[in-house]
C-alpha cells in the first residue's frame, strides 16, 4: 500500500469516544417508521410502496448504534435495500431512503480508517448495482455520487475539527501543569530554603546560645506556616468554582515581603508607576524576584546581602536581583531558571540569569509593556 492510504487503512476511530446514545436517535427511530407510511400513503406511484415502507421502517433501528458500530450498521441498511432494490427492479425513488445518509456520516465520522474504506466501497457498489438495474440519467448519476461525497466529506471534517478541539484542550493543559509547576517550585522552594538556612544556623549555635536557637526554631515556624498558607491558597485556588473564591495574587507591593535581616539580608527596591502594571505582570514579577532571591539564598556561598531592583517605566518593568556572593559555578541549570525564562517569555519578555562582571550573581528580567496587552 501507498503511505496515505496505509494511514487511512491504520487510522483508528474517531477520538474522543461517542456518545453511545442521545435522544436525537430515539427520535429519528421513531419519527421514520411514521415518515415512511406517510410517505407511502400519499405517493402512490412509488413502484412497490408498501414494501419499501416496511423496510425503511425496519431498517430505522440500526440508527441506534451507528455511533459504536458504524460500518455495521451501514453494511446493514445499505445490503438490504439494495438487495430489495435489484428484487423490485429499481431504486425506490422513495425520500425516506435520506436516512442511510445519516449512517453514511456516521462510518466517516465514527469509524476507523478500515471502516471509512469499506464503507466508501461499499456505497459505491450499491449504487453501481443499483444504476445497472436501470440506466441513469446524467442528472442522477452526478446528484446521486454528490450527496455521498459530500456527506462523507461533512463526517471527516467535523471528524477533524472535534480532534484539533481536543489538541487544543490538551495544550491548554499541558500549560496549566508547567504554569502549576513553576508556581509550587516558586513557592516551596523559597520557602523550604529559608527553612533549610535556619536549621543549619540553629545546628551550629544550639551548643552554645540556646536563645539564638530558640529564635531560629521561631523562625522555621514562621515559614513553615507561610508555606502551608501559600499551599492552601494555591489548592484552593485550583478547587474553587466561584470566581470570588479565588485568593488574590501577589502584587509588586508584596514585593516587600522578600526583605529579610537574617544573612545575607535581602534588601527590595521598587520605582515608577506600580498601579499601572497589570496583576498577571505584577504576579509574574514577584515570582521571578522570589525564585531569585531563593536562589542567591540557596547558592551565592559568602554573600553579604541581595539586592532587589524593580523599575517601572515607559517601556515596561525591569527586574534586577543581585548579590555579591561567590556563585556555584559547578551547580547546573534546573527547573527555577528554566521556569522563570517561560514565565517571563509568557509576557513577551526575558529572564537572563549569570554570573556579573563586577562580581557576584544578577539575574535579569523585562518584560515590554507591548506583551502586556497581546
Given at each position: 500500500?501507498?503511505s496515505?492510504?496505509?494511514?487511512?487503512?491504520?487510522a483508528?476511530?474517531a477520538?474522543?469516544a461517542p456518545?453511545?446514545r442521545?435522544w436525537?436517535?430515539?427520535?429519528?427511530?421513531?419519527?421514520i417508521?411514521?415518515l415512511?407510511?406517510v410517505?407511502?400513503?400519499?405517493?402512490?406511484?412509488l413502484p412497490?410502496r408498501?414494501?419499501?415502507a416496511?423496510?425503511?421502517?425496519?431498517?430505522?433501528v440500526?440508527l441506534?448504534?451507528?455511533?459504536?458500530?458504524?460500518?455495521?450498521?451501514?453494511?446493514?441498511?445499505?445490503?438490504?435495500g439494495?438487495i430489495?432494490?435489484?428484487?423490485?427492479?429499481?431504486?425506490?425513488?422513495?425520500?425516506?431512503?435520506?436516512?442511510?445518509?445519516?449512517?453514511?456520516?456516521?462510518?466517516?465520522?465514527?469509524?476507523?480508517?478500515?471502516?471509512?474504506i469499506?464503507?466508501?466501497a461499499?456505497?459505491?457498489?450499491?449504487m453501481?448495482l443499483?444504476?445497472v438495474?436501470?440506466a441513469?440519467?446524467?442528472?442522477?448519476?452526478?446528484?446521486?455520487?454528490?450527496?455521498a461525497v459530500t456527506?462523507?466529506?461533512?463526517g471527516?471534517?467535523?471528524?477533524?475539527?472535534?480532534?484539533?478541539?481536543?489538541?487544543?484542550?490538551?495544550?491548554?493543559?499541558?500549560?496549566?501543569?508547567?504554569?502549576?509547576?513553576?508556581?509550587?517550585?516558586?513557592?516551596?522552594?523559597?520557602?523550604?530554603?529559608?527553612?533549610?538556612?535556619?536549621?543549619q544556623?540553629g545546628?551550629?549555635v544550639?551548643?552554645?546560645?540556646?536563645d539564638a536557637?530558640?529564635?531560629?526554631?521561631?523562625?522555621?515556624?514562621?515559614?513553615?506556616?507561610?508555606?502551608?498558607r501559600?499551599?492552601?491558597?494555591?489548592?484552593?485556588?485550583?478547587?474553587?468554582?466561584?470566581?470570588a473564591?479565588?485568593?488574590?495574587?501577589p502584587?509588586?507591593?508584596?514585593?516587600?515581603t522578600?526583605?529579610?535581616?537574617d544573612?545575607?539580608p535581602?534588601?527590595?527596591?521598587?520605582?515608577?508607576d506600580?498601579?499601572?502594571?497589570?496583576?498577571?505582570?505584577?504576579a509574574?514579577?514577584?515570582?521571578?524576584a522570589?525564585e531569585?532571591?531563593?536562589?542567591?539564598?540557596?547558592?551565592?556561598?559568602?554573600?553579604?546581602?541581595?539586592?532587589?531592583?524593580?523599575?517601572?517605566?515607559?517601556?515596561g518593568?525591569r527586574?534586577?536581583v543581585?548579590?555579591?556572593?561567590?556563585?556555584?559555578?559547578s551547580?547546573?541549570?534546573?527547573?527555577?531558571?528554566?521556569?522563570m525564562r517561560?514565565?517571563?517569555?509568557?509576557?513577551?519578555?526575558?529572564?537572563?540569569a549569570?554570573p556579573?562582571?563586577?562580581?557576584?550573581?544578577?539575574?535579569?528580567?523585562?518584560?515590554?509593556?507591548k506583551?502586556w496587552?497581546?
Amino acid at each position: 500500500m501507498t503511505s496515505p492510504v496505509r494511514a487511512l487503512w491504520d487510522a483508528p476511530a474517531a477520538s474522543p469516544a461517542p456518545p453511545r446514545r442521545v435522544w436525537r436517535d430515539w427520535a429519528l427511530v421513531g419519527a421514520i417508521p411514521v415518515l415512511a407510511i406517510v410517505e407511502a400513503a400519499l405517493r402512490p406511484d412509488l413502484p412497490w410502496r408498501w414494501l419499501w415502507a416496511v423496510v425503511l421502517a425496519g431498517l430505522a433501528v440500526t440508527l441506534l448504534w451507528r455511533r459504536r458500530r458504524p460500518f455495521t450498521m451501514l453494511a446493514v441498511a445499505f445490503s438490504a435495500g439494495t438487495i430489495v432494490s435489484l428484487a423490485t427492479g429499481g431504486d425506490p425513488q422513495a425520500f425516506t431512503t435520506a436516512y442511510f445518509l445519516i449512517l453514511l456520516y456516521s462510518v466517516f465520522r465514527w469509524g476507523s480508517g478500515r471502516a471509512m474504506i469499506f464503507g466508501g466501497a461499499l456505497v459505491a457498489l450499491g449504487m453501481v448495482l443499483t444504476f445497472v438495474s436501470r440506466a441513469p440519467t446524467p442528472t442522477d448519476l452526478v446528484g446521486g455520487v454528490a450527496v455521498a461525497v459530500t456527506t462523507a466529506t461533512l463526517g471527516v471534517a467535523l471528524r477533524w475539527r472535534s480532534a484539533s478541539r481536543v489538541r487544543e484542550l490538551e495544550r491548554a493543559r499541558l500549560l496549566e501543569r508547567e504554569q502549576l509547576a513553576r508556581d509550587l517550585h516558586d513557592t516551596v522552594a523559597h520557602h523550604v530554603s529559608a527553612i533549610a538556612i535556619q536549621a543549619q544556623a540553629g545546628a551550629t549555635v544550639a551548643a552554645t546560645d540556646p536563645d539564638a536557637t530558640a529564635d531560629v526554631l521561631r523562625t522555621i515556624e514562621g515559614e513553615a506556616s507561610r508555606t502551608l498558607r501559600e499551599m492552601r491558597a494555591m489548592v484552593g485556588v485550583l478547587r474553587a468554582t466561584d470566581p470570588a473564591d479565588l485568593a488574590p495574587t501577589p502584587a509588586l507591593r508584596d514585593l516587600r515581603t522578600l526583605e529579610r535581616t537574617d544573612a545575607p539580608p535581602v534588601s527590595v527596591t521598587v520605582g515608577g508607576d506600580i498601579a499601572a502594571v497589570p496583576a498577571p505582570v505584577a504576579a509574574a514579577v514577584f515570582r521571578l524576584a522570589q525564585e531569585a532571591v531563593t536562589n542567591a539564598r540557596r547558592h551565592a556561598r559568602s554573600a553579604t546581602r541581595v539586592d532587589v531592583e524593580v523599575v517601572v517605566d515607559g517601556e515596561g518593568v525591569r527586574l534586577r536581583v543581585h548579590d555579591d556572593g561567590e556563585a556555584a559555578a559547578s551547580t547546573p541549570p534546573g527547573f527555577g531558571i528554566r521556569g522563570m525564562r517561560e514565565r517571563a517569555a509568557l509576557f513577551g519578555g526575558t529572564c537572563e540569569a549569570g554570573p556579573d562582571p563586577e562580581g557576584g550573581w544578577t539575574v535579569t528580567a523585562a518584560l515590554p509593556r507591548k506583551g502586556w496587552t497581546a
